[in-house]
């Protein structure tokens, strides 16, 4: 029984998202709707006039299947004053000012409606997206509407606003880079006017020019040359400052040199009076640098790749004292106190059920998104979501000090040396210097016998000439380049020297569950006798009035259309459901809770950890099989692997045991290393045991249980169905969708740097022809005001064009 | 040659002026937001809508 469109109307698809509508019951006015939440959100905005949302871009909205309606009491919290004045960045009782992350803001008319609250509300005065950072800064009267009410209009116009601990402790999460503008507008000020005031100079006539005007400009060279030294290329100094005292020297510190030399030479000459200097080459070439820092520094602000536990939690928890329910920060929750948690809240610190059925959804620690049923005295871990009714809760760890986020803690898992990483251009730039510097040595040497001054002029000139621009530039042009384009095809990665790493592993480790396979898609089928299209209507209509994810899914598995009456419904957490229908009695559940008979008793039931849970059926007491929940492998799993195979050592770390030992050799052939029952420690610890071969890796997971290995591994990439949404720390996040495009990601990056090679070789063609030059001391302003910008020039194209070829010879479109 | 050095004095000051003028729009924070505002301006007027 798939899951099939057949009876759908030629696809027709929800007014409001976009969605296929699986039937054509829901529906308002002429819409329809995919689900009932599209629809009561077309209808507030109906009843506010404000159904130009749908005309500014085709079905904007926001689908509201997987958000629960029972969002009754789920932002109580936010009528705690400590809560209230941690979110606010300004409030003064009149007029107060907060800032919310809405990750799913993603067209214009998400901009339009939410700019358009103050229509919904009249306590809110004004609301301002910022669409790149996807939040939403929203000034209101607390006197008139509270915070609570505010997120809760968000919540049902299906903007929901993420708000977590760690938003909290961090307010100012943007790093902005308004010192690189600075940087660039004072760099960019003084280069024109030096252009401008050097031009006489390169184009009179020898000797033409009045001496007093040369010097006259010269002068205001040097002295608009200064402040871009000193303030716009103060980055390099610290960073080449900084590889010396870790005894290295990076590609900052030929460029240092190079600049120092051009500046000291040059105001030597003008104050001296023996010349006009190269001021204009030195402001030039540092413009030219810190516009590939720009292009470089396009980061993806939306996405957070320092996530940790904290930006998952909740920001406050209710406890129960004596009969009383108040609401309290997480951080002050203490060993023994009692907790209430609703449904689909989460569980912030290890806790033993004290109260309540218990169904345990740890999707988000295990990327298993089949909730476990707990009974009471049994131990709730944190990071786990409540699905169903009210459970309490006493903590038995606070929750700096649970289980999930002790792993976190862990030093292993704390951030690696981001420098300790050799990029090539490092490597390079350390050879060149001293190459360079033995060079200029030579050149003093050989013209000392004539005279000091030609022999200083010389050395300086070759310092000058060689200064690597070419090959500094290359890398920010290159990788940013291959940043964006690989963003464009959903590829995020977080900065640009991750592309390099990419293009060194040899190894690819996956994780399975929610990696390679999908997480909330299943296939359902259904073992034992076949069940007739009126048993089908019956098991049909009993699901229907459950609210276990299960239910869901055998719901959308069973074709058939037609719904039955039922008379009685119950359902036994843990256990199953039943219901009276027509006069049939249907038990759909674990084994023991269908049937008393012993031959299936002994079989899996719902408890299980195996993959593929079985759910019994029972039509008046007679066993009539089970429905059993298999995973589906991503898309495109096989040509990955395939492709994959011949130039990676595969590996595949699974959390759970063993049962598809038999699919996933088939997938990744024989000769993969294929590992089951890994804890995340197990994870971690298998990675570090790769690397120590000397192994580069890339781990590919999605769950918060692969958050080290991510971490440990030289590129971590989390796969994510919502890129905006969730995924822990890592360098890259990888859309599910694009999955099957692994591979020419990883081709992609290794041709990168291919054309960086490439690169640099064709900047060190143009250093040569400097410096042969500038060895026999001949070398004026002209020259190298010529010089140092054509070998930007040619290598920034050469580096663009070629990625954005290859790019599209890899197979990664170039649409946006 | 005086009247180059006064017309420098003065092209270095306009320049100077637009210098000054980015600098506050970065502190203004219009470089933060690169993308929202060329949505926004495309939006009508509400009057227009409540007609």
Known sequence: MQISDVDLKEGTLCYHCGDKCKSLDIQSGAKYFCCTGCKTVYEILNENNLCRYYDIDENPGISQKKLDSAAGSRYSYLDDPIVISQLTSYNDGKLAVASFIIPVIHCSSCIWLLEKLYRLNSGILQSEVNFVQKTVNIKYKPSEVSLREVVELLVAVGYEPQISLNDIENKVKYQSNKSLYYKIGVAGFCTGNIMLLSFPEYLAPIGSLEHSFKQFFAFINLLLGTPVLIYSASDYFKSAWNGLKQKSINIDFPIVLGLLVLFIRSAYEIITNTGVGFIDSMTGLIFFLLLGKLFQGKTYDALNFERNYKSYFPVSVTVTKGGTETSIPVTNLKQGDRIIIRNNELVPADAILFNGNANIDYSFVTGESIPVPKVQGEIIYAGGRQRGSVIELEVIRTVSQSYLTQLWNKDTFAKRDEDKFNSLVNIVGKYFTIFILLIASAAFIYWYPESLRTAINAFTAVLIVACPCGIALTNPFALGNAVRLLGRNKFFVKNASVVERISKIDTIVFDKTGTITKTGDADITFNGNVLSSYEQVLVKSLVRSSTHPLSGRIYDAIETKELAEITYFNELSGKGIEAEIEGSRIKLGSARFVSDAPEITHTNDLKSTKLDSRIFLSINNSVKGFFSVNNIYRTGLEDITSSLKDDFELVVLSGDNDGERENLYRYFGNSAWIKFNQSPQDKLDYIKELQAEDKRVMMIGDGLNDAGALKQSDVGVAISEEVSNFSPACDAILDAGEFQRLNKFIAFAKTTKRIIILSFIISILYNIIGVTLAFQSEISPLMAAVLMPASSITVVLFTVLATNIMAKRKGLQGKK | ?51
């Not at chain 2, 320049?15 to 926004?40: K, M």
């Open chain 2, 1 to 51: 040659m005086s009247v180059i050095v006064i017309l420098i004095f003065f092209s270095v000051l306009v320049a100077g002026t637009f210098l000054a003028a980015f600098i506050w729009a970065v502190r203004n924070g219009q470089y933060e937001d690169r993308y929202t505002p060329s949505v926004r301006i495309l939006f009508d007027d509400d009057k227009e809508e409540l007609k």
